[in-house]
């Protein structure tokens, strides 16, 4: 049945990341429950990525689905823009008002994250037009940094594999080294952090700053590979960019609504950004809707601007989105799963290490809250990864498939971010997976 349904998906359907040799053994997946996907076999599978890092809230709520209902019943769509707004739209941004920074209390709303990040960069834009200093465009991100596919994100991302049909990519978008400490070379400084942050200082310097409009970086990496920052990173990249004059715009549409074990993942190292992008979790999946919300220095620029902020989304501030998004983020409140999510993330990082840890092939076992990896290499001992040739990592991942868990990697990294609501039983279960899936293709741990 599943065979069949392929067959006809392959004949009528252009996927994001579209590749039909893969497609040709995928899932048609008709029914989610909790943490547990079910395909058109019947067969059971863990969500190990939540989604795609979206649906925190487990799938199968109820609640989410009759908080979309009475929205669409009584007021399914009007449009957000300037002269028309929504109670929901209201309500969910002053509640974000209350979750996210101190000093971020205005909010635009998007469909997804890629939205996001094109609005955060043409906010930044605007922002310094508006402030008189027009030649500030430039926008500075990260290797290995993951921001959306449309034509300005994938220029800001920084996994050149995005890029080669797409090119040319949009003029005035540069890259720096994210940090990578299980990876770390660089001594060019007084910590790593710091050496790796100085890297902005010195590509704001080389650019001139009066030409660089904003920093944009995900607090903790996700579709890049889970990598987290050192303590000092993102501290002294505030530094930065207050010193030249940059914004800084964090890229939480993995991090953002508790995935960190934080509601907002800057919150570890006592950072502020100027502009927050979110979606993803925010709506659980249930509803596409992103946004990014600004700090009140930005928002009194936009206030005094003597023109219109000419950008726009039919679907900004949909009610049913902001809808859904209210009880999602209730959810999360009353459930407690912004504390869950840490608990449970330190349950799978112990599980992991349980199952993995003494394996020859498995360089690091990594996390933040609810986000983990594990790095395979070649050698443990240099930390060589196996060459491209050989797809070691994606055998363990169609291994661990068939043993019952999706998910998916970035190069030799397997990355997890299962549902909030995922049972302790079935965290460990993950990692048993997971280590027998490595042993069946790496041979047994020692
Ligand atoms: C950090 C980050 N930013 C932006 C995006 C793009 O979001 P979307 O796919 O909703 O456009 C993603 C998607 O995975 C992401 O992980």
Redesign the pocket.
Same mark, same amino acid.
């Given at each position: 049945m599943q065979a069949d349904l392929i067959q006809r998906d392959l004949a009528s359907l252009i996927h994001p990341l579209n590749d039909p040799k893969a497609h040709r053994t995928g899932h048609v997946w008709v029914r989610g429950e909790g943490a547990f996907l079910f395909d058109a076999d019947g067969k059971q599978y863990i969500d190990g990525l939540a989604g795609?890092?979206n649906v925190a809230l487990g799938h199968g709520r109820r609640e989410l689905a009759e908080a979309a209902r009475q929205q669409m019943e009584t007021l399914a769509y009007a449009s957000g823009y300037t002269g028309h707004s929504n109670e929901r739209a209201i309500e969910l941004a002053e509640k974000l008002a209350r979750l996210t920074y101190p000093s971020i209390n205005r909010f635009f709303f998007t469909s997804?994250? $890629? %939205? $996001?990040?094109e609005s955060a960069i043409k906010l930044a834009r605007s922002y310094w037009k508006l402030r008189g200093q027009p030649a500030k465009t430039k926008v500075i991100s990260r290797e290995l940094g993951?921001?959306?596919t449309t034509l300005a $994100?994938m220029s800001a991302t920084g996994i050149a594999g995005y890029w080669p049909l797409f090119e040319p990519r949009v003029p005035g978008f540069l890259h720096v080294s994210s940090p990578y400490p299980y990876r770390a070379q660089t001594t060019d400084g007084p910590t790593y952090g710091v050496a790796i942050a100085n890297e902005l200082e010195k590509a704001i310097v080389r650019e001139g700053p009066e030409t660089v409009a904003m920093f944009l970086a %995900?607090p903790v990496i996700?579709?890049g590979g889970v990598i987290v920052p050192p303590d000092d990173y993102f501290p002294r990249i505030r530094e930065i960019c207050d010193r030249y004059d940059v914004l800084f715009a964090a890229?939480e549409?993995?991090t953002g609504f508790g995935r960190t074990g934080r509601w907002f993942a800057l919150e570890h190292w006592g950072v502020e950004p100027d502009i927050v992008?979110f $979606?993803?979790a925010v709506t659980s999946g249930y509803f596409p809707l992103?946004g990014i919300g600004i700090s009140d220095a930005i928002a009194r620029v936009l206030d005094e601007a003597q023109v219109p902020w000419m950008h726009a989304y039919t679907y900004s501030a949909h009610p049913t989105g902001c809808a859904v998004a209210l009880r999602t983020l209730q959810v999360i409140e009353e459930e407690n799963l912004v504390a869950e999510a840490a608990r449970k993330g330190a349950r799978l990082i112990e599980a992991l290490r349980a199952c993995l840890g003494q394996h020859p092939h498995v360089g690091e076992i990594r996390g933040k809250g609810f986000m983990c990896a594990v790095e395979f290499v070649k050698d443990r001992e240099t930390k060589q990864p196996f060459p491209p040739e050989d797809p070691v990592v994606t055998r363990i991942h169609d291994e661990a498939q068939a043993r019952g868990l999706i998910s998916r990697t970035r190069g030799d990294v397997f990355v997890l971010a299962p549902p909030f609501v995922t049972p302790d039983n079935l965290v460990d279960r993950i990692a048993e997976i997971l280590g027998a899936a490595t042993d069946a293709v790496l041979g047994r741990r020692v």
């Open positions: 795609l890092w997804g994250g $890629a %939205e $996001a990040n993951y921001h959306g $994100a %995900e996700g579709v890229d549409v993995i992008q $979606a993803k992103g």
